[in-house]
């Protein structure tokens, strides 16, 4: 069986793709192959849309995984992430947790330990 993709079919689907022209019509420019032939071959020349987002979607969680590790101080979030204002605590922490005295009483609680949590933050015991 003959290979149906030559390298002057390579190169002129991924010129195509990267122009964003749609898999129906480079399969109508190139003849005699499916949009899904298409589709598949520009998959696995990495030349998908799909896996680019991905990549860079995973790039961006690694940025901002590798940027809470680095981080100094306590790692509470305060607020909603994407909102301007989101922030982290950042107070000194507890050593071998990630949070300060405040957010670990929080984190850490036992079922048992709300008298603690009312009696830490000075709360009427009702």
Request: glycine share 8%; net charge positive.
């Given at each position: 069986m ?23 019509e ?8 499916s949009?899904n ?9 990495g030349?998908?849309k ?27 979030p305060?607020?909603h992430?994407g ?9 000194e922490?507890?050593?071998g947790?990630p ?15 709300s ?9 009427s015991?009702?």
């Amino acid at each position: 069986m003959k290979n149906y993709w030559t390298k002057t079919k390579i190169d002129k689907l991924s010129s195509l793709w990267a122009k964003g022209t749609p898999a129906r019509e480079i399969a109508e420019k190139l003849g005699n192959v499916s949009r899904n032939a298409v589709i598949g071959k520009a998959n696995r020349l990495g030349l998908s849309k799909k896996l680019k987002e991905k990549e860079s979607a995973n790039s961006k969680n690694l940025n901002v995984n590798g940027l809470i590790a680095s981080m100094k101080g306590c790692k509470w979030p305060i607020g909603h992430p994407g909102d301007e204002d989101f922030y982290f605590c950042g107070k000194e922490v507890i050593p071998g947790k990630p949070y300060c005295g405040e957010h670990c009483l929080v984190a850490y609680r036992r079922k048992d330990s709300s008298q603690k949590i009312k009696k830490f933050f000075k709360l009427s015991t009702d």
